[in-house]
């Protein structure tokens, strides 16, 4: 087995729970912008669609189709046709309320915090590669206490790359002053961890929280972080 070194992690959806956190956010933007009063009910439709949109603008920012600052006001938008509501300027008003409030969530997946203790003991250096925003994602590791484990954060904005393009893992890779040959990647997302990683030269561990199936050959698949004991 690999020597490795240095453990490049994604955050959102890996450790960090997104869909548990943009919830319990969504319920107070719900609640705030009276959207049960404007016909937008049942919540939990509201809350479905907002998923729903919000994965297919982040694959098509992914892949370079949008902006940063399209997605972040589009998935409000796209959310709010679904109940015959197209006011752009309530969309932008309700994402910038949500931008707010979100990174101040604390959800992590079970056993994060004993995981990359576990890791940090023995020795491991490690980092985040994450799409996310600047100013966002500090403010979800910072709330959530995640950020004493982590020695780089390499986001998409300061790297002005983004994952799966190889760019993002040799800035990170520069950043960390790691080698391919002793740094893995850890994430959730398919084609942006892994197969970016893949892409890169680099192994990768598939965090696979939801137990999808896929053709595509990480080094390493687990479905809950306990198992990373079972690697490193």
Same mark, same amino acid.
């Given at each position: ?21 943009? =919830? #319990? ?12 009063? =404007?016909?937008?009910?049942?919540? @939990?439709?509201? %809350? ?14 992914? +892949? ?11 998935? $409000?938008?796209?959310? $709010?046709?679904?109940?015959? $509501? ?14 707010? @409030? ?15 203790? %576990? ?5 491991? =250096?490690?980092?985040? @590669? ?9 403010? +979800?590791? !910072? ?9 780089? $954060? ?15 893992? #040799? ?17 959730? !997302? ?7 990683? @893949? ?26 972080? =306990? #198992?990373? #004991?079972?690697?490193?």
């Amino acid at each position: 087995m690999p020597a490795y070194k240095h453990l490049f992690f994604d955050l959102d959806h890996t450790l960090w729970d997104f869909d548990a956190n943009a =919830k #319990e956010t969504l319920t107070e933007v719900y609640t705030y912008f009276e959207l049960e009063a =404007k016909g937008v009910y049942p919540f @939990i439709d509201f %809350y479905k669609q907002y998923l729903h949109h919000n994965e297919i603008l982040w694959d098509r920012y992914h +892949k370079g189709f949008i902006s940063s600052d399209e997605l972040k006001w589009k998935r $409000m938008w796209r959310t $709010m046709l679904e109940f015959k $509501m197209g006011s752009e300027q309530l969309a932008k008003n309700m994402s910038v309320h949500f931008l707010e @409030i979100l990174p101040t969530k604390k959800t992590l997946f079970p056993h994060t915090i004993e995981i990359l203790n %576990y890791l940090t003991q023995k020795g491991y =250096k490690l980092h985040l @590669i994450t799409n996310g925003f600047e100013k966002t994602q500090w403010s +979800k590791i !910072n709330n959530s206490g995640l950020s004493p484990y982590f020695t780089h $954060m390499i986001t998409s904005e300061a790297s002005n790359s983004l994952k799966p393009k190889k760019e993002i893992f #040799e800035y990170a890779l520069n950043k960390a002053g790691a080698s391919l040959s002793e740094s893995i990647m850890l994430g959730d !997302n398919l084609d942006a961890d892994i197969q970016g990683a @893949i892409n890169a030269g680099m192994d990768c561990v598939f965090v696979n929280h939801l137990k999808i199936s896929t053709d595509i050959k990480a080094t390493h698949i687990i479905h809950h972080l =306990k #198992e990373l #004991e079972g690697i490193f």
